[in-house]
């Protein structure tokens, strides 16, 4: 281990960044530009997304690839490959146009009648045939408006491969009788009631959802036609290419695209305006799972009223059968041709606000979409994450919903988890990140963006995005480069050197927690409960490390490795000694079985809130699950116990990912509080031998290793707020010895240190990023120097110059009170570090000379003054900034 961060200092690690490298049919010379910057700002890779190319798959797209792959080659860089011309995932680059219906994406309706006693409904074939019409919302008329591209701007079809799936009576007491059989030899019924009842009629159309036109995710066949379209195209034009300069394949958002346009509360049981997947195969598993009489019980999954574990055992059967057929037709048949051709598949589903368990937008069901895939993935995008925001939770209509505990205690747990319980995955997971924040997000809020997944277990990252479109292009800035416009384009590429090293150190090893949260995804199916995040951020808080099991380990026993003996829980190489569930009024028999076998092999087990009210389908009882039922604020305090790392004062902001590589034990920890922490670490000899061993921390944005006063897992702590530490805990003594000979002293600065004064005033003057480094407009002036009260619109470069006289032996520090936001500093022309948060201190003593040092220091900002005055693409309003421009604080320079 010590080698390897020895290397990691020399900087040699593997590449664990693809951005998105957009296209729009630039010409050769700027995606040459683009691939040189990219791979400038200490990149690897890119993962190229038409967004959309005007000939994606035809010459000219063959024309940019041959530029791109020969660029990447030559740079000795990775090309993964978006696979499809429009977003979501599933258009096939429009092919499903041509291909016949029995391929189209289908939904299932049911319709609901009331009928009172000696009422008779009679419907013609027709409208036994057809689905009624449904009602559009505001979003779909002005969405359909915009793109003529959705059915919503003409009225829905009523298609002549529309189907009647079954038609039944419900009376008062629950009692369904099938009235298929009094439909006559003309297609119609007629039907009189002789008691209160209510009729259910379930048909099959290709007249719903937002996205008729893109393939169906549990067809099969349907599912090919992207394959073919897409990836076999690319296979005829690059084969030679496959396995070595393209790494793979990317999905971006998949849907199943039933319900409603970007409605986010598609949960099961919602009523009867909702439409749900539907294929061939899929009614074969119903029937086969339900039997021939499946139609009179399928009607439940849209039913609000009425015996609630009936309700239950509908849905939980349908989503299970949607969501196994999701994982064999797409997951599975994706990624496997993928790995039959040399090259990985990634990408991730829509995870907003807890829509990873709910059809519409995604999938059903997070690790069985992705269980297909070479690594997990999610992303995080537009603002979803942001320092402090765990608490701000709000409903406000589309585009306007937020889920603070999902965002911080369960997105980035999803990935790390998937990609740790799944073998074929080999620990690695993905998340898209940084997009659509807009113009103001800078390297501050980048790095901690970065440290929030990475503490989190996430490894691989895709940067959103390097658009090649002519400066400013409007879509999810920032962008990083911007042709030059950015101005922390060169700061950029040293907030990708950190996020290298560091995930260099987490990955190829694995994870340490001590506890299992059971995924709630079923029990969502299945009636009330309690979300993960709830349960999590209890944990998180309290430092407590966890993984997000789903209840397939217990039936994929196999696939999963899943083993339950002497006390624990093993699924792979991740061992658990308490498994935590959260409430689910239902659970299915096989997931009760398995919480029995847990019990039985002395596994602590716990119910939170409650435990389940019925096991569906079962001989098992509630009864029968003898396991200790909690209140969700007492999780963390249940299992104290077992805790792997301690900190005192308790602080709710302080992260841990506790990870085990090359038989050393690593520990990072990320401050993501607003104040500075000072307190006490210990870590627990029960995961790490950690008796007389000393220990170090790696600092990978200075690339220093420091030595601690941590003895025998005891010691001080201190982490200012977005500061992040990895603790090493050497494997043996040689790792020790090298550890040591590398480690340099952290800067402290004394009480009794001398303040140096400059030899004069500070001059300052300013340049465009484009036109770095011909600075200009040179004045004098003092300090705090808040250019924005100059000029409210500038973004760019500042350049600060002064000198001073050392005279005196000894250390020499610079000390930058507060800057926006990006700090360069030369002295003598030598230039140091990078830095991104105040305060922020340089040692500079070996750069100093006898007599006097020039000093020099360069300010970078966001381009979001320089941006205000471009109209926003939505017309929405744009915020006053938060921040000055330029050197806003005091520079002081110390001599001790």
């Known amino acids: 281990m010590s080698k390897i961060i020895e290397n990691i200092i020399n900087d040699k690690h593997d590449n664990y960044i693809l951005p998105f490298f957009w296209q729009h049919g630039e010409d050769e010379a700027t995606l040459r530009e683009y691939m040189k910057a990219i791979n400038e700002a200490n990149i690897g890779a890119v993962c190229v997304e038409s967004r959309p190319h005007p000939d994606f798959c035809g010459e000219k797209w063959w024309q940019d690839m041959d530029v791109i792959l020969e660029e990447a080659k030559n740079r000795n860089m990775k090309v993964w490959i978006l696979d499809d011309s429009h977003f979501p995932t599933g258009f096939a680059n429009g092919a499903m146009a041509k291909e016949p219906i029995s391929k189209a994406r289908r939904s299932i309706c049911c319709e609901k009648i009331e009928l009172k006693a000696g009422e008779t409904l009679e419907l013609n074939q027709a409208e036994l045939i057809h689905p009624l019409q449904r009602e559009l919302t505001e979003m779909e008329k002005t969405i359909g408006q915009m793109t003529g591209r959705m059915p919503e701007v003409k009225p829905q079809e009523k298609f002549e491969d529309d189907a009647l799936v079954g038609i039944s009576v419900t009376n008062s007491a629950g009692v369904t009788k099938d009235l298929q059989a009094l439909i006559d030899a003309q297609g119609n019924l007629k039907y009189t009631a002789e008691e209160d009842c209510f009729i259910y009629k379930m048909n099959t159309t290709r007249n719903r959802g937002s996205h008729p036109d893109y393939i169906n995710m549990v067809d099969e066949a349907s599912v090919r036609v992207l394959i073919d379209t897409v990836y076999e195209k690319h296979l005829e034009h690059y084969k030679d290419y496959f396995g070595n300069v393209i790494e793979g394949f990317f999905s971006d958002e998949p849907e199943l695209g039933n319900g409603h346009l970007y409605e986010l509360h598609h949960e099961m049981g919602i009523g009867f305006d909702m439409d749900y997947p539907w294929s061939a195969e899929l009614e074969h598993d119903l029937r086969a799972e339900l039997g021939e009489d499946f139609a009179t019980k399928l009607p439940l999954i849209w039913e609000t009223t009425g015996d609630e574990a009936k309700r239950a055992a509908a ?48 999938l059903g069901h997070y690790f069985r979409a992705l269980k297909g895939q070479d690594w997990a993935g999610i992303d995080d995008i537009g603002g979803q994450v942001y320092p402090m925001g765990e608490n701000d939770n709000f409903d406000r209509g589309v585009f306007q919903v937020r889920n603070g505990n999902f965002y911080h205690f369960l997105l980035g747990k999803l990935a790390s988890s998937l990609a740790a319980l799944d073998s074929k995955k080999q620990g690695n997971a993905m998340c898209e990140i940084f997009g659509a924040y807009g113009w103001d997000e800078g390297l501050r809020l980048e790095k901690y963006l970065a440290d929030h997944f990475m503490v989190r277990g996430v490894n691989h990252y895709v940067p959103h995005a390097f658009s090649a479109k002519p400066f400013p292009d409007p879509d999810c800035p920032p962008h990083f480069y911007a042709h030059g416009h950015n101005p922390e384009y060169k700061a950029f590429g040293e907030l990708m050197k950190y996020m290298n090293r560091t995930c260099e150190l987490i990955s190829g090893g694995r994870h340490i927690a001590p506890v299992a949260v059971m995924y709630h995804g079923e029990a969502e199916w299945a009636g009330k409960c309690l979300a993960d995040e709830l349960v999590t951020r209890n944990l998180a808080e309290h430092q407590i490390e966890f993984d997000i099991v789903p209840q397939d380990v217990f039936v994929e026993r196999e696939d999963y490795k899943t083993s339950i003996s002497n006390g624990t829980l093993t699924v792979g190489s991740q061992v658990y000694k308490a498994v935590v569930i959260p409430y689910a009024q239902f659970i299915s028999d096989s997931f009760a079985n398995g919480i029995k076998e847990l019990i039985a092999a002395g596994v602590r087990v716990y119910f939170v809130d409650g435990k389940p009210e019925a096991v569906i389908d079962s001989q098992i009882t509630t009864d029968d699950l003898a396991a200790e039922t909690i209140k969700v604020d007492a999780v963390a305090t249940t299992l104290s116990d077992i805790v792997d790392v301690t900190i005192t004062p308790e602080n709710s902001y302080i992260r841990y990912y506790h990870y085990l590589k090359d038989d050393t034990n690593l520990y990072m920890v990320v401050n993501e509080g607003d104040k500075e922490y000072t307190g006490k670490i210990t870590i627990s000899g029960d995961y790490s031998e950690i008796k007389g061993k000393e220990v170090f921390a790696f600092e990978a944005w200075n690339n220093s290793i420091y030595k601690t006063d941590i003895v025998d897992g005891i010691g001080n702590i201190n982490l200012k707020p977005s500061e992040s530490r990895i603790f090493v805990i050497p494997k043996d003594e040689a790792d020790a010895r090298l550890l040591d000979s590398k480690a340099v002293a952290e800067i402290q600065i004394p009480a009794d240190k001398k303040l140096i004064q400059p030899n004069g005033n500070w001059t300052r003057s300013i340049v465009k990023s484009i036109n770095y480094p011909n600075f200009s407009e040179q004045v004098e002036v003092s300090l705090p120097d808040d250019y924005a009260k100059v000029d409210a619109d500038f973004s760019g470069w500042f350049r600060y110059e002064n000198s001073f006289t050392a005279t005196e032996k000894g250390k020499y520090v610079v000390e930058i009170t507060d800057a926006f936001e990006v700090v360069d500093l030369y002295i003598n022309s030598t230039k140091l570090q990078t830095k991104i948060f105040a305060p922020f201190v340089f040692d500079i003593s070996k750069y100093v000379k006898d007599g006097e040092n020039n000093i020099r220091i360069e300010v970078a900002t966001t381009l979001e003054r320089e941006m205000l005055k471009v109209p926003d693409r939505f017309g929405r309003p744009k915020p006053e900034p938060k921040y000055g421009s330029g050197i806003t604080g005091e520079v002081k320079i110390y001599n001790f």
């Open 315 to 362: 849905r939980l059967v349908y989503m299970d059968k949607l969501t196994r057929l999701i994982e064999k037709n797409f997951s599975y048949q994706v990624g496997n041709w993928c790995r039959d051709h040399g090259v990985k598949y990634i990408g991730h589903i829509i995870e907003d606000n807890g829509q990873h368990c709910r059809t519409g937008s995604t």
